[in-house]
């Protein structure tokens, strides 16, 4: 029986992302189903040290043709010899790439002038994931600003060396959503971002709160996502009048937080969201006294916007390893002055913090992509 490619795509996309066989299986039963398997074997691929001579083997300069249904493609190759330009006789074939990801390598300085390779799909990636890498300033922004399309740009503890390389900005606005761990960066220029004109409208910063970098966003910025502060920080948010969602990744409060969440000033908010509430020794810290003066922070906030003309139910999610909000720790008898007010729906879902890098951890070490 013959069935549309649409309708098979559907079938095919209730089988679990790691279960190759089943698709490999599904390309062998007739021509009409080759085409909706590979879209979707291939959709995906991981290239890393111990596969790179295997994937090379089964994807010739004259196969490449099983490339065009690559979507995500990382590149997870280290040493001073394996940079991008390994990959530039087929880079073309990847026309309709959406991700790109680097993880533990070096991109060359020089890919400047050499922005051709990436020319396939120059409209078409909207995400960017640069993972333990090592590049040059003027290499990542010839890079960002390459692609214009580019919606979501993930740096995570990755290697900067400044250089005065006569590279141009960006011939467009940086926007969509910048997650950024500073965590174990080494050398990445704040002041030099934020010369850049950068309209993000989604902001996560974890390893330090940047005054500067949230600022540079803020008559854009709809979601805010810290996770610490230094003491020397002074956040304030009175001035980011889209705010919608706010997020805090934190093991225990901080004056700092608290002030954050007490400049709010948009009445456009609509959520806040605290994650990351156990301790090392697995206490639920929304059992801490420390959290009781959560309710006063917020409904005082609340009650400040609503006198500006707040006219939202203000969402507060509680992301913790836990089902339940503690032990003796009962919804109607937590933040009271919430329940009083019907001021807040709270939600309590699992802790899953997650990284984008998070992700390519788990597609490389758990999916079995890792290969073509």
Same mark, same amino acid.
């Given at each position: 029986?013959?069935?549309?490619?649409?309708?098979?795509?559907?079938?095919?996309?209730?089988?679990?992302?790691?279960?190759?066989?089943?698709?490999?299986?599904?390309?062998?039963?007739?021509?009409?189903?080759?085409?909706?398997?590979?879209?979707?074997?291939?959709?995906?691929?991981?290239?890393?040290?111990?596969?790179?001579?295997?994937?090379?083997?089964?994807?010739?300069?004259?196969?490449?043709?099983?490339?065009?249904?690559?979507?995500?493609?990382?590149?997870?190759?280290?040493?001073?010899?394996?940079?991008?330009?390994?990959?530039?006789?087929?880079?073309?074939?990847?026309?309709?790439?959406?991700?790109?990801?680097?993880?533990?390598?070096?991109?060359?300085?020089?890919?400047?002038?050499?922005?051709?390779?990436?020319?396939?799909?120059?409209?078409?990636?909207?995400?960017?994931?640069?993972?333990?890498?090592?590049?040059?300033?003027?290499?990542?922004?010839?890079?960002?600003?390459?692609?214009?399309?580019?919606?979501?740009?993930?740096?995570?503890?990755?290697?900067?060396?400044?250089?005065?390389?006569?590279?141009?900005?960006?011939?467009?606005? +940086?926007?969509?959503?910048?997650? $950024?761990?500073?965590? =174990?960066?080494?050398?990445?220029? *704040? !002041? %030099? &971002?934020?010369?850049?004109?950068?309209?993000?409208?989604?902001?996560?910063?974890?390893?330090?709160?940047?005054?500067?970098?949230?600022?540079?966003?803020?008559?854009?910025?709809?979601?805010?996502?810290?996770?610490?502060?230094?003491?020397?920080?002074?956040?304030?948010?009175?001035?980011?009048?889209?705010?919608?969602?706010?997020?805090?990744?934190?093991?225990?409060?901080?004056?700092?937080?608290?002030?954050?969440?007490?400049?709010?000033?948009?009445?456009?908010?609509?959520?806040?969201?605290?994650?990351?509430?156990?301790?090392?020794?697995?206490?639920?810290? +929304?059992?801490?006294?420390?959290? $009781?003066?959560?309710? =006063?922070?917020?409904?005082?906030? *609340? !009650? %400040? &916007?609503?006198?500006?003309?707040?006219?939202?139910?203000?969402?507060?999610?509680?992301?913790?390893?836990?089902?339940?909000?503690?032990?003796?720790?009962?919804?109607?008898?937590?933040?009271?002055?919430?329940?009083?007010?019907?001021?807040?729906?709270?939600?309590?879902?699992?802790?899953?913090?997650?990284?984008?890098?998070?992700?390519?951890?788990?597609?490389?070490?758990?999916?079995?992509?890792?290969?073509?």
């Amino acid at each position: 029986m013959h069935l549309p490619e649409e309708l098979l795509d559907e079938i095919f996309g209730h089988l679990p992302p790691d279960d190759r066989r089943s698709l490999q299986n599904c390309s062998l039963v007739s021509k009409s189903w080759l085409q909706p398997s590979r879209r979707l074997l291939f959709a995906r691929i991981i290239i890393e040290s111990t596969t790179y001579q295997s994937w090379l083997d089964k994807i010739s300069p004259t196969n490449t043709g099983l490339l065009c249904h690559v979507r995500s493609l990382t590149y997870f190759i280290g040493g001073d010899d394996c940079g991008v330009s390994l990959l530039r006789d087929y880079l073309p074939s990847f026309f309709q790439l959406q991700q790109l990801s680097f993880c533990f390598t070096n991109i060359e300085p020089t890919i400047y002038e050499h922005l051709e390779w990436f020319s396939a799909f120059q409209h078409t990636l909207s995400r960017l994931y640069f993972a333990h890498v090592l590049i040059t300033w003027s290499a990542f922004v010839a890079l960002i600003g390459y692609f214009p399309n580019l919606r979501d740009l993930n740096i995570f503890r990755s290697s900067f060396q400044v250089d005065d390389l006569p590279v141009p900005p960006p011939p467009h606005a +940086l926007r969509g959503k910048l997650s $950024i761990t500073f965590r =174990d960066m080494i050398g990445f220029p *704040v !002041d %030099r &971002l934020v010369g850049l004109k950068l309209e993000y409208e989604e902001l996560e910063m974890y390893g330090g709160y940047q005054t500067r970098l949230a600022a540079a966003v803020r008559r854009k910025l709809k979601r805010l996502g810290v996770d610490r502060f230094y003491p020397e920080s002074t956040p304030s948010l009175s001035r980011y009048p889209e705010l919608r969602q706010l997020d805090i990744a934190t093991t225990y409060p901080q004056q700092q937080e608290w002030t954050l969440i007490s400049s709010i000033t948009s009445t456009n908010l609509q959520k806040l969201v605290f994650s990351r509430l156990v301790s090392q020794h697995g206490q639920n810290i +929304l059992e801490n006294p420390c959290w $009781i003066s959560l309710d =006063d922070v917020v409904c005082g906030l *609340v !009650d %400040r &916007l609503q006198a500006s003309g707040y006219k939202h139910t203000l969402e507060l999610e509680f992301r913790t390893n836990f089902v339940g909000l503690g032990d003796g720790v009962h919804r109607e008898d937590f933040l009271p002055k919430f329940q009083e007010k019907g001021l807040i729906r709270i939600v309590e879902v699992p802790s899953r913090r997650v990284w984008e890098w998070s992700r390519i951890s788990f597609w490389i070490w758990g999916t079995g992509y890792s290969a073509v």
